[in-house]
């Protein structure tokens, strides 16, 4: 009877699959990202005390200072998205990676660095700013273009 009974029950052609392994790529994180780049701008406005071109002068006397400078703005900068793009990973829930956060860094280097030489390099605020988003929408295009 069990047997019949079995035999003659429909098979369900939905099947759940379970994710088990790391996706390379996530479009909504990487949206989500994105935005969280673009608001990142506002590290313009907050961090422009430190564009007094006096005091940088006498900085950039020193030997390698401008580098330590630099590497320091961009490394803490960078150490900030990242840790930004793991909550935002644990937080939807999304297994990702390795070549997904590599690619991440990558990216983040590159708009860390752009942001940071646009901070020390141009003297008005509006120009800075202007620039800022317009190289923030150009590198989130560029990685929703690499997450594709």
């Known amino acids: 009877m ?15 699959v379970a994710i088990n392994k790391h996706a ?4 909504s994180i990487g949206i989500v990202f994105v935005v969280v780049i673009f608001v990142s701008v506002i590290q313009i406005l907050l961090h ?20 330590k400078l630099y590497l ?5 900068h960078v150490v900030i998205l ?5 909550m935002i990973s644990l937080l939807m829930h999304q297994p990702l990676s390795i070549l997904f956060y590599l690619k991440t860094l ?10 940071a030489l646009l ?17 923030t929408v150009a590198i989130g295009i560029i990685y929703l273009w690499i997450q594709l």
């Open 2 to 16: 069990k047997q019949s009974y079995y035999s003659h029950t429909p098979q369900s052609k939905i099947k759940s």
């Open 24 to 27: 390379h790529q996530s479009i």
């Open 48 to 67: 422009q005390r430190l564009k007094q071109n006096a005091p940088l002068e006498r900085l950039y006397l020193v030997p390698y200072s401008q580098l």
């Open 72 to 76: 320091t703005y961009i490394s803490v």
């Open 82 to 86: 990242m840790l930004m793009l793991l």
């Open 106 to 115: 990558i990216i983040v280097l590159f708009y860390e660095a752009g942001i």
């Open 119 to 135: 901070l020390f390099k141009i003297n008005v605020l509006s120009h800075r700013i202007f620039m800022a988003i317009i190289y």
